[in-house]
């Protein structure tokens, strides 16, 4: 990608490429003035899955719940604001993590909380929530002064399913080895309970499992 030509668009005085995430598009981060902006692309259906991203964030924007604001868009592009706080799957000070997983925990319901929503989850399930669909560490974000919960990103699968799916999701990122710092399955546990679930419930396996197999059949055992 032309990098000058990207700063030149949109009137960035800088421009950096973001080489972290699983999705497969091509993401900078521009710097224009005092704002940080995020531009995601792709082709094919990484430009589809963007656009679909693109509405999701604009819907869930209109509810007042934070997430990055839509500065522009196109076909198959988006340009973001950038999200305040740290994700949290970032180093945090050892006295901090209990608020941090207590701060996963809030989110996740006030996410839950909202109604209203015109996506359904590509997991199979019963729609008794608003999921977000990849609700794991790096894509929540905590502010570091107040420990609060401050907003979520790559929501492209978010709709309305199983409430247990983002429990799941959130409960294999604290337990597979990618966050060790928070202590885990002892940590996954005390984020379930924080939210009020069941860390036992079977659902909790079958979507782990089902998330990892990328094959999102709908099941008659995860209803």
Not at 90 to 112: C, H, K
Not at 194 to 201: E, S
Request: glycine share 12%; proline share 8%.
């Amino acid at each position: 990608m032309d990098l000058q030509r990207l700063m030149d668009r949109f009137g960035a005085s800088g421009a950096e490429p973001v080489l972290v995430g699983m999705s497969g598009a091509t993401v900078v981060r521009l710097t224009r003035g005092r704002e940080r902006l995020y531009y995601k692309t792709g082709d094919g259906p990484i430009g589809t899955a963007i656009s679909d991203e693109a509405d999701r964030m604009e819907w869930l924007a209109s509810t007042g719940f934070p997430c990055p604001q839509v500065v522009d868009r196109g076909n198959n592009w988006l340009l973001t604001a950038e999200l305040p706080g740290i994700d949290a799957s970032q180093p945090w000070p050892s006295a901090d993590r209990p608020a941090v997983l207590a701060a996963l925990a809030e989110g996740l319901r006030q996410l839950d909380s909202l109604s209203g929503c015109p996506f359904t989850s590509p997991f199979p399930g019963t729609a008794t929530a608003v999921t977000h669909g990849d609700y794991c560490a790096p894509n929540v974000f905590v502010d570091p002064e107040t420990l609060k919960f401050c907003g979520v990103l790559d929501i492209g699968r978010l709709g309305t399913g199983d409430r247990y799916l983002d429990l799941a999701l959130m409960v294999n990122s604290l337990s597979n080895g990618l966050n060790p710092q928070y202590g885990g399955p002892s940590a996954a546990r005390t984020f379930v309970t924080a939210y009020g679930g069941d860390f036992d419930d079977p659902r909790i396996r079958s979507y782990i499992e089902l998330d990892q197999s990328g094959d999102f059949v709908p099941r008659n055992d995860l209803r």
